[in-house]
Every structure is written in C-alpha cells, then in structure tokens.
C-alpha cells in the first residue's frame, strides 16, 4: 500500500491563477481530510469529506473548494490564488467515524506571488 | 480564547531530562485527545492517543489527561536529541467527532 499520496510536492503559483492539490489514498479509507499549516503554526482543516458524494466545510474554507467522486479520490481546488494562501497543505485519511490515527500525505508546498 | 491552545516554545531541555509538554482545550465535549511528532519538513505523525482521565505510559512517553480543567501534557522521559521537534496537540469530538482540532505547536529541543 502506498497510503496516502500528494502531488505536487511544490508549486508556485502567481496571483489569481488556479490549480488542483491532488491527494488518493489506497487505504478505502472513507474519511478524507485537507489541512494547511502556516510557517510555525499547527494545522487548519480547509474540508472534510466522509465518504463519496459527501463533503463539509472546515475552519478556513474560504478560496477553495473540493469534491469527491470516488472513495480514493479528494483533489482541492484553489480558484483565484492569493498570498494569503502561501502555506504547507497536507491531505490525511482516517478508516471511518472515531478519530484514531490520521494517516497523513507527504504535504505540498505551495507558493503564491 | 483558542480552541486548543499550546505554549509555542521553544522549550529547550538537557539531554536526559524530562520534557514537560501542555496543552488546553476550551470546548467540554471534548472526547479523543492526540500527541502529534512533526519533525522539521515532514507530516505529523501519532505518538499517543488519551481518551480518559488518567496517565497513559508508552515507553518515555507519558500522557496526561484532565477533563475537569481542559488540560492535557506530554511528558518524555530521558529526552534523546532525537526528540527534537514539533509537538501538536490535537483534539476531536470539538464541533462534531469527525473532526481533529490542533494546537499552534510546541518547538522542542533537546540540547546534548
């Protein structure tokens, strides 16, 4: 099992251009998780999703969006990019409902100038 | 008030001695509560879930959980300059069990 795979590793991106963090995990893990962590802070849910067809807003769901076709599958969406957006996204799983371990991807480091 | 809240550090320690690591959470339907390793560069990784009140011992590591205050610790025994790093405090059952609720993050170093 490969886990829980991200790409791209890092991106720069300018202002106002638009991109997909792509994120599968091969677990059939139900619950899928995006998070960004800002320079020496701890980790902010952007969404959440618990099974196919079902997504919901996190903490700072503000300039992204997500979908979830399929069980492997929750690619985030970011629209119009923004500096405030410059920060370290990591994609998580867990097996279903009751938090025990997250199973976390390697992370994408994204930039936005 | 933070949801969950830790003292972001730097703790610096000796090598050998114990590291005392503390976090609040300020919702009390709190259920599952996690100690988070993140080494610079990389992702989180689990080293201890608490679930009641209590002290829960695996190895050097040591959690402590205090519903009635909202407080949970870490403590790591005979710190290694290998336990350097970023410890997060997380929390679920916070605004539904789904979700996983974190700290800023404490920076530790271990000093040879």
């Known amino acids: 099992n490969a886990g829980v795979t991200q790409t791209p590793k890092f991106r720069i991106l300018k202002i106002g251009q638009s991109m997909t963090l792509q994120c599968t995990q091969d677990?059939?893990?139900?619950?899928m998780y995006w998070y960004r962590q800002d320079p020496g802070m701890g980790l902010k849910l952007i969404y959440y999703?618990?099974?196919?067809?079902?997504?919901d807003k996190g903490e700072v769901p503000n300039g992204y969006n997500v979908s979830r076709s399929t069980t492997e599958d929750f690619p985030l969406r970011l629209e119009l990019a923004a500096p405030s957006q410059t920060s370290v996204y990591f994609c998580?799983?867990?097996?279903?409902?009751?938090?025990?371990?997250?199973?976390f991807g390697s992370g994408t480091q994204l930039s936005v100038l | 008030q933070k949801e969950v809240e830790q003292n972001s550090g730097p703790l610096s320690v000796p090598e050998g001695a114990i590291a005392s690591l503390n976090c609040t959470y300020s919702?009390?339907?709190?259920?599952?509560f996690f100690w988070y390793r993140q080494y610079s560069g990389k992702s989180p990784e689990l080293i201890m879930s608490?679930?009641?009140?209590g002290d829960k011992e695996d190895g050097r590591f040591t959690a402590q959980l205090n519903k009635a205050s909202q407080y949970v610790s870490l403590l790591i025994r005979d710190s290694q300059p290998s336990d350097s790093a970023t410890y997060l405090c997380?929390?679920?059952?916070?605004?539904?069990?789904?979700?996983?609720?974190f700290g800023q993050g404490t920076r530790l170093t271990i000093n040879p």
């Open positions: 999703s618990v099974g196919a067809g079902i997504t």
């Open positions: 608490i679930y009641s009140n």
């Open positions: 919702d009390r339907v709190s259920q599952s």
């Open positions: 997380a929390v679920s059952g916070y605004q539904g069990a789904q979700k996983l609720v």
């Open positions: 677990m059939n893990h139900n619950y």
């Open positions: 998580a799983s867990i097996p279903g409902q009751g938090i025990e371990k997250l199973f």
